[in-house]
């Protein structure tokens, strides 16, 4: 159809081989696209930005945690690091990351359809999350926050002489971001499935994005609310939360933790999605108790929005009221247990293969698995008040977020390299990148079980010299974690050249997404898919394929 | 000292150190065994089923769904025990032992003031008796903090906006960290302290040393000094309610509802006045929110508290009206 002259995007898919890469050229055709697949690379690009200024962030909270003394930073530049390390790595890495990046990508696709149902919002949201990475960027750069990324009252509100205003707006600002995001997920998976799709044959990783954009959708306004009043009091001093004004600061954390918990939904629910998809595909296997697994989410999103309070056990709740939501915290603990469980039984008389994504999702159901555990020790109240606000409420969540949502991710997007870029990571370094990482994260985190359970308290600049020797460790392993990280920005950069080429389906995956070329035409398929397989039905769809590819 | 002396478990120093690491071992042993069953599982599984030439499709196998139902209802009620034995060891940390020593302490940007009932005053450092119950009653003066003893597997906010309190009985005498354990700003890893646990006898000879007298007659200085005096005037002429003997019994206020005169009551009645105004009282008296440092309220209330024991008139009738059925004087 086009004319266009040949270009090195030709030479490298071929002659005449029309995919979204190569289908137009130039600045202007990625930032003003309303290809979901182009902005999903634009969001992989920007969100690799901002985990590369996290993850600096923390690599110099653990250099200046190898000695006791605060010599490295001073005590607000120290304050000010895990402060810009939470906001960076929760707003602008975690929240956006699995959505953003690979729900933007393959939720059409999986549901065969051509795009979202909102492609304009849908590059709105990437330019409402890259116009609040700006506001905290320049946040960083004037002098940065020293709140914590909780920013509690009344110390944001008058006592901090740091950008409190201007990290709150990047936040609010990117909390619509991800708002737009959900909404368009939403729609999408009602209006959009191709013909034969019914919910129940659905990938899970659909399931897990649709109960995530609910949870998106009904508590980021929350957020939005509670940062404003944060704001209004900050700014003229409208007594909301200070008590010298009237206020209730425990209102502020009430509110804060009903956007924050389940904001940690947000952020593992499609982590759960993509191990889904990586078990069934790496074992060619349906996942065991489909039907448990894809309630689960939902179980997931509905009891989240019941738990808030068990960050504030210590805080001053009443008794009676610390009861109950300790009661639900564990009972939000049992549909997690049972995606475990079911992955683990989908291991049984399998085809298991240790390839690269199947060696992530391996590790993130082992680093998951103690991050929920240990998540019980922080349910049980009269346990609570000893480890709470110490390293080892830092490590529990850490092996949620990081051991859960950074693994999962990373085994999303190697699973799904070959299909977003047509090339091939390589297999070699990718193991060894992902035993880095496994390793790295399990002694960087590990001795903060020990750390909180001693008494160690969190935030601290200067900690007492008998928590060293733990605390060197913890960064020892913070090294080998970041030459971990790094690998694959370097080899993934690199098999975008010199990559094999993938083919259409390079795992002998199913799901629709392997039905069509590697990278996807612009409209995704070259003709609209019937389904009329459930989803992971081996037999069904080899046999499917096999007639598509005869075509 | 690196590599030889540290260590992975903390100091037990309190009555409750040992019931709350019997919990943290139990939870150990069983969330660990069960994670290393799943992931002996998952290895064994996953290279005994390991892909080969001759295992490259799955077999086609559906695991019996009582599985599922299995390992959906035995944690649930795995869960409810544990939900269980954590509620027991909140309640019994919220309940505080009669005849508890009482402390009060102040936290503020950036260290802990304590106040001994005899009136001594420390900072980032306080002194206890082991084997008796201790209460500490705190408030901060700007931002939140958070009192915590590891040794004694005890923390508790401070707030600005009210008292909180926390309890433990030490068991073993020696020095022990304090920690703020609530960021609360440039020096929040500077707020840091000791708590020395002492002899019975050891802690008296501590006690008696100098001190500006007991905290209650602090308290009856500042009264003075703030006034208050002229109209809690102790009898029936007053424009105040009388104090004497009020502490801790219900009062009824000008709207009828009825409130127990506890810290944080008297503590809102100096700061806010106007929030609770005694039945048969006007609302004339001012506002001292801003104007009263903690460290004084805390004198203030000590004083306010102290005002019940001695009563007031050698006899032990209670004062003119009725003691509990009529508002009992106090506030405004």
Known sequence: ???????????????????????????????????????????????????????????????????????????????????????????????????????????????????????????????????????????????????????????????????????????????????????????????????????????????????????????????????????????????????????????????????????????????????????????????????????????????????????????????????????????????????????????????????????????????????????????????????????????????????????????????????????????????????LVFVGFNLTFFPQFVLGYLGMPRRYHAYAPEFQVLNVLSTAGASVLAVGYVLPILYLVWSLKFGRPAGPNPWGAVGLEWTTTSPPPKENFHETPEVTWDAYDYPAMMKAMGETQNV | MMLTDFPLFPEQASTVAKDVDLLFGFLCVLTGSVSILVFIVIFFLAIKYRRTPQNELAQDYEPSHLLEAVWIVVPSIIFVGIFVWGSWLYFHLARVPDHAIEIYATGKQWMWKFQHPTGQREINMLHVPVNRPVKITMASEDVIHSLYFPAFRVKADVLPSRYRTMWFQATKTGRYHLFCAEYCGTLHSGMIGWVEVMEPTEYQKWLAGGSEGSLASQGEKLFQKYACNTCHTGDSTGRGPTLAGMYGTDVMLADNSVVKADDNYIRESILNPRAKVVKGFSSIMPVFQGQVSEDDLLKLLAYVRSLQKPVLSGAAAPPPPTASSEPKGNQP
């Open chain 1, 1 to 435: 159809m086009t004319t266009a002259t040949p270009t090195l995007l030709d030479v490298r898919f071929g002659p005449g081989v029309r995919n979204y890469l190569n289908e137009d050229y130039g600045f202007f055709s990625w930032v003003l696209t309303k290809d979901h697949k182009r902005i999903a690379i634009l969001y992989l690009i920007s969100v690799s930005i901002m985990f590369v200024l996290g993850g600096f962030f923390a690599m110099m909270m653990r250099l200046e945690l190898l000695t006791p003394e605060g010599d490295l930073l001073t005590s607000d530049t120290y304050n000010k690091f895990f402060t810009l390390h939470g906001v960076v790595m929760i707003f602008f890495f975690l929240i956006p990351v699995i959505p953003a990046v690979i729900g933007n990508f393959m939720l059409p696709i999986m549901l065969g359809a051509k795009d979202l149902a909102f492609p304009k919002l849908n590059l709105l949201s990437w330019y409402l999350y890259m116009i609040a990475a700006l506001v905290g960027l320049v946040v960083i750069i004037t002098g940065g926050v020293d709140t914590g990324w909780t920013f509690y009252t009344p110390f944001s509100t008058q006592y901090s002489n740091t950008h409190v205003f201007g990290t709150t707006f990047a936040g609010f600002i990117a909390g619509f971001s991800s708002i737009l995001t959900g909404l368009n997920f939403i729609v999408t998976t009602h209006r959009m499935r191709a013909p034969g799709l019914t919910w129940y044959r659905l990938p899970l990783m659909v399931w897990a994005l649709y109960a995530t954009s609910i949870v998106i959708l009904l508590a980021t306004p929350v957020l939005a609310i509670t940062l404003v009043m944060l704001m209004l009091e900050r700014t003229i001093g409208v007594g909301i939360f200070d008590p010298a004004l009237g206020g209730d600061p425990i209102l502020y954390q009430h509110m804060f933790w009903f956007y924050s918990h389940p904001a940690v939904y947000i952020m593992i629910l499609p982590a759960m999605g993509v191990a889904s998809e990586v078990v069934a595909a790496f074992t060619r296997k349906k996942i065991f108790g489909y039907r448990f697994v894809a309630y689960s989410s939902l179980a997931i999103a509905f009891l989240g929005f019941l738990v808030w309070a068990h960050h504030m056990f210590v805080a001053g709740i009443s008794m009676y009221s610390a009861m109950i939501f300790a009661f639900l915290s564990f009972f939000v603990a049992v549909p997690s247990a049972i995606k475990v469980f079911n992955w683990t039984a989908t291991l049984y008389r399998a085809s298991v293969s240790w390839q690269t994504p199947m060696m992530y999702i391996l590790g993130f159901i082992g680093l998951f698995t103690i991050g929920g555990v240990t998540g019980l020790f922080l349910a049980a109240l009269g346990l609570d008040i000893h480890v709470t606000d110490t390293y080892f409420v830092v490590a529990h969540f850490h092996y949620v977020m990081v051991g859960g949502t950074v693994m999962a991710y990373l085994a999303g997007i190697h699973y799904w390299w070959p299909k977003m870029t047509g090339r091939m990571y390589p297999e070699w370094w990718a193991r060894l990148a992902a035993l």
